[in-house]
């Protein structure tokens, strides 16, 4: 089993909703990323999200594009996420880690060159949003070579042989969107969020961890017994962003403390 897998398999056991922390790699800068990433583990992350980031983020609201560009600003590059991901797991962080970005980049460094180099530097899966199962048999290869998950996103309008397609294709967890939409902190979630998880759940043992929008302990709280986990993001970058420099740990280690709780 992957650790990812394991993760989940712990979840369950224990009749945990997890939380899986996003942040983009070098936003506020590249020195930063490292301890903010111990902070979320220590406030209770149980996988963590390293954003790579891009010039053309699609999926993402004003927020993360916001984080993005200031990243790409400070120089970083995919080499620079490879070696924070190297620097988190030898900061002692022993959970789940994934990169999350899109696919121009990683095509660019070559599909197997970057699993190889994910392996060693010791990250467990990809988030790829804007590749979908029918493009993604090649990265799908290289990471099974290099036991890395690959993790595929749904929307509440994917068909269900979309889903069955995913269910297939992908390991890990499947990443359900939790709108129609691109991400950002929301007050509210989608009515039709349940139906939308049951349907899924119907055609996948696969674990679901719920993104986009949720930003709350009740958010995490109303996914309870419909999801495994669930995804923040733009709420820690907003979090990051407002706080002091020399109080952004801790500001991240009591929201994630907030939320788990």
């Given at each position: 089993?992957?650790?990812?897998?394991?993760?989940?398999?712990q979840l369950r056991a224990d009749n945990c909703t997890g939380l899986v922390a996003y942040l983009t790699v070098g936003y506020p800068d590249v020195a930063s990323t490292v301890p903010l990433v111990s902070g979320l583990v220590s406030g209770g992350a149980d996988l963590i999200e390293l954003g790579v980031p891009f010039s053309d983020p699609l999926a993402d609201g004003t927020t993360i594009q916001r984080a993005s560009h200031q990243a790409l600003l400070n120089g970083v590059t995919v080499d620079t996420c490879l070696d924070v991901a190297a620097r988190v797991r030898a900061a002692g962080v022993t959970v789940p880690v994934l990169f999350m970005g899109y696919y121009n980049p990683i095509f660019s460094y070559g599909l197997d060159r970057f699993c190889g180099a994910c392996e060693e530097a010791g990250v467990d899966g990809l988030i790829i949003p804007d590749l979908p199962p029918d493009e993604a048999e090649d990265l799908r290869q290289c990471c099974q070579?290099?036991?890395?998950?690959?993790?595929?996103?749904?929307?509440?309008?994917?068909?269900g042989e979309r889903i069955d397609k995913v269910a297939q294709m992908g390991s890990g967890f499947v990443y359900c969107v939790s709108l129609t939409g691109v991400t950002g902190a929301r007050r509210e979630l989608s009515t039709s969020l349940p139906e939308f998880l049951q349907r899924v759940r119907s055609r996948t043992d696969l674990p679901l961890a719920v993104g986009f929008g949720i930003a709350t302990r009740e958010h995490v709280r109303a996914l309870a017994g419909l999801a495994d986990a669930a995804v923040v993001g733009s709420a820690i970058i907003d979090l990051v962003e407002q706080a002091p420099p020399h109080g952004r740990q801790d500001a991240l280690v009591r929201f994630a403390k907030q939320i788990k709780s």
């Open positions: 089993m992957s650790r990812i897998a394991d993760k989940f398999a070579r290099r036991g890395l998950d690959l993790v595929f996103l749904l929307a509440p309008t994917s068909t």
